[in-house]
């Protein structure tokens, strides 16, 4: 069975704060694993890995893959009260781009 | 370009009684997904469809769930009876292809079971 954890389950941090993510995966034929925000309702897309070392970064976001240990981890430095949301990250098979979540990683940035 | 459209947005019923949900896709994407979001938890796959057939429904409560994309377009879930295990956010996404990763997703139906 897939299957996607991610840590910590929760995070209260200061503004300004760098925070580092962790997801780790078991998924048969892997393709890929995305991340995604979900700051109320609809997951919005973040990252998409496929290859192993290789740093994807979108302003203040960064998000690495290891293939070897199946492991990634989402990297928010400078952290803002916007960033206050639920990261999902999600392990995609090659056969039909079926995602499997982790519970997330609920993030909170106080002032 | 208009992002993934769900209706309702919120609903509550009582238990035994049926409802339905709505969602339209991003214009051109072939495949839908229907998810179940349980409070605290991540989102579970329960259908998807390619065009107007699906591809996986292997977590589909078959027995009470049902879900239809007749013209390969728009969809509907629907549960008949609702049990309280069922309350949670439902959420519709949609990707170009079955082997394209990147999955949009609406904005939910959150349904309370009362």
């Known amino acids: 069975e897939d299957k996607v954890v991610q840590s910590p389950l929760s995070l209260v941090v200061h503004e300004g704060d760098t925070v580092t993510l962790n997801c780790s995966y078991e998924?048969?034929?892997?393709?890929?694993l995305l991340w995604y925000k979900q700051e109320k309702k609809a997951p919005t897309f973040l990252f998409m890995l496929?290859?192993?070392?290789i740093e994807k970064k979108s302003g203040r976001l960064s998000s690495i893959l290891d293939k070897k240990e199946l492991f990634s981890i989402l990297n928010i430095t400078a952290t803002q009260t916007g960033d206050s949301a639920v990261y999902l990250c999600?392990?995609?098979?090659?056969?039909?781009?079926?995602?499997?979540f982790g519970t997330g990683t609920r993030l909170q940035v106080t002032l | 370009e208009a992002g993934v459209a769900q209706s309702p947005r919120y609903k509550i019923i009582e238990k035994r009684q049926s409802v339905a949900f709505w969602c339209n896709p991003i214009?051109?994407?072939?495949?839908l997904y229907w998810y179940q979001q349980i409070l605290g938890q991540g989102p579970k796959l329960l259908i998807q469809?390619?065009?107007?057939?699906?591809?996986?429904d292997s977590q589909l409560p078959k027995d009470r769930f049902s879900a239809e994309r007749l013209k390969g377009v728009d969809s509907t879930l629907k549960i008949q009876p609702a049990k309280l295990e069922d309350s949670a956010v439902y959420l519709c996404?949609?990707?170009?292809?079955?082997?394209?990763?990147?999955?949009?997703f609406g904005p939910g139906t959150r349904l309370t079971v009362l």
């Open positions: 996404a949609s990707s170009l292809g079955t082997h394209t990763d990147t999955q949009y």
């Open positions: 998924v048969t034929n892997f393709r890929s």
């Open positions: 496929t290859s192993s070392g």
């Open positions: 999600a392990g995609n098979t090659g056969t039909a781009s079926k995602l499997t």
């Open positions: 214009s051109g994407h072939a495949t």
């Open positions: 469809f390619q065009n107007n057939g699906v591809v996986d």
